[in-house]
T-cell receptor, first 114, second 113 residues
Framework: DAGVIQSPRHEVTEMGQEVTLRCKPI?????LFWYRQTMMRGLELLIY????????DSGMPEDRFSAKMPNASFSTLKIQPSEPRDSAVYFC????????????FGSGTRLTVV | AQSVTQPDIHITVSEGASLELRCNYS??????LFWYVQSPGQGLQLLLKYFSGDTLVQGIKGFEAEFKRSQSSFNLRKPSVHWSDAAEYFCAVEADSWGKLQFGAGTQVVVTP
């Protein structure tokens, strides 16, 4: 398995633009998580899905953020409009709860909003 | 609510010396505990996990961790560190029945020659 795949690896965008981050989880995993990592706030859970259904989105910072999981092999995190304070590394992770093996993380997307 | 505390933000250790990273948790039931490592520019990688049974668990890269219920701790150890162990280390506890993990703030490990 290729692991959790995130794209793009790096994204630089101007303030006000729409940004879409993509994630392909490990095949067969039933949970998908989106995290944001910054120096100031560490790792923050934004939202997670079980069997493509959002379970908890209480970590989504504001209405500018939205996430979807249209099928078991794809998820997106969208920021519209983007702001400089959204600059961070965004991680996607997936897991198979029954295995209790923890999460497998993607390599992350480094977002810079200028 | 479940929580995880890593008291040390930053640790410097000499290559070849032993390493111990502290982790304390707050959880009502028997916790599911994890240690992850993050190398620069990479995602988090699972080092080891504890669910039940033997309180000393072995992981990858020569790491081990010991679960101590009386101290609510799950400290990570390595007898002899290598320069490649320089990274950030995160302790995590399973925070709810859905399998959501609560991560600690992380400990940055610097290895000196």
């Amino acid at each position: 398995d290729a692991g959790v795949i995130q794209s793009p690896r790096h994204e630089v965008t101007e303030m006000g633009q729409e940004v879409t981050l993509r994630c392909k989880p490990i095949s067969g995993h039933d949970y998908l998580f989106w995290y944001r990592q910054t120096m100031m706030r560490g790792l923050e859970l934004l939202i997670y899905f079980n069997n493509n259904v959002p379970i908890d989105d209480s970590g989504m910072p504001e209405d500018r953020f939205s996430a979807k999981m249209p099928n078991a092999s794809f998820s997106t995190l969208k920021i519209q409009p983007s702001e400089p304070r959204d600059s961070a590394v965004y991680f996607c992770a997936s897991s198979l709860k029954i295995d209790r093996d923890g999460y497998t993380f993607g390599s992350g997307t480094r977002l810079t909003v200028v | 609510a479940q929580s995880v505390t890593q008291p040390d933000i930053h640790i410097t250790v000499s290559e070849g010396a032993s390493l111990e990273l502290r982790c304390n948790y707050s959880y009502g039931a028997t916790p599911y505990l994890f240690w992850y490592v993050q190398s620069p520019g990479q995602g988090l990688q699972l080092l080891l996990k504890y669910f039940s049974g033997d309180t000393l668990v072995q992981g990858i890269k020569g790491f081990e961790a010991e679960f101590k219920r009386s101290q609510s701790s799950f400290n990570l150890r390595k007898p002899s560190v290598h320069w490649s162990d320089a990274a950030e280390y995160f302790c995590a506890v399973e925070a709810d029945s859905w399998g959501k993990l609560q991560f600690g703030a992380g400990t940055q490990v610097v290895v000196t020659p």
